[in-house]
Nanobody
Framework: QVQLVESGGGLAQAGGSLRLSCAAS????????MGWYRQAPEKQRELVAV???????NYADSVKGRFTISRDNAKNTVYLQMNSLKTEDTAVYYC?????????????????WGQGTQVTVPS
C-alpha cells in the first residue's frame, strides 16, 4: 500500500506564496503520474498540476505562470510552489499518484490520494 503525506498548506495573503510537499511511502516500484488536485467548497475536484507518465507536466489554465510543480525522484516527493496566490486558489489541495508497488514477488497497480491540506487566501 502506498501512502501519500502532504504538508505545507496554510494561510497566505493575496499575492503571497506557499509551497506544498507530498511524499509517497511504501514499497514503490515505479510512479507513473504524480501531482496535485484541489477542491474548493461546493465545487468538484480539479487538476492543478501533474507530472504525466511521460515525464511532462500539465497545469490548469488558472495556475499557469503562477504555480510550479517539481519533484525529487529519489525521495518519491513532489512539490507545488504557489506564487501570486489569489482568493480563488482557496481550496483543499490533494496529492495523487499512480504507479506500481511491490508485494512479495508481484507488482500491483496503485492509485493513492493524500489526506489533503488546506490552502486559504482570504479576500
Amino acid at each position: 500500500q502506498v501512502q501519500l503525506v502532504e504538508s505545507g498548506g496554510g494561510l497566505a495573503q493575496a499575492g503571497g506564496s506557499l509551497r506544498l510537499s507530498c511524499a509517497a511511502s511504501g514499497i514503490i516500484f515505479s510512479i507513473n503520474t504524480m501531482g496535485w488536485y484541489r477542491q474548493a467548497p461546493e465545487k468538484q475536484r480539479e487538476l492543478v498540476a501533474v507530472f504525466t507518465k511521460g515525464g511532462s507536466t500539465n497545469y490548469a489554465d488558472s495556475v499557469k505562470g503562477r504555480f510550479t510543480i517539481s519533484r525529487d525522484n529519489a525521495k518519491n516527493t513532489v512539490y507545488l510552489q504557489m506564487n501570486s496566490l489569489k482568493t480563488e486558489d482557496t481550496a483543499v489541495y490533494y496529492c495523487h499518484a499512480e504507479g506500481l508497488s511491490a508485494s512479495g514477488s508481484r507488482l500491483l497497480a496503485f492509485a493513492s490520494w493524500g489526506q489533503g491540506t488546506q490552502v486559504t487566501v482570504p479576500s
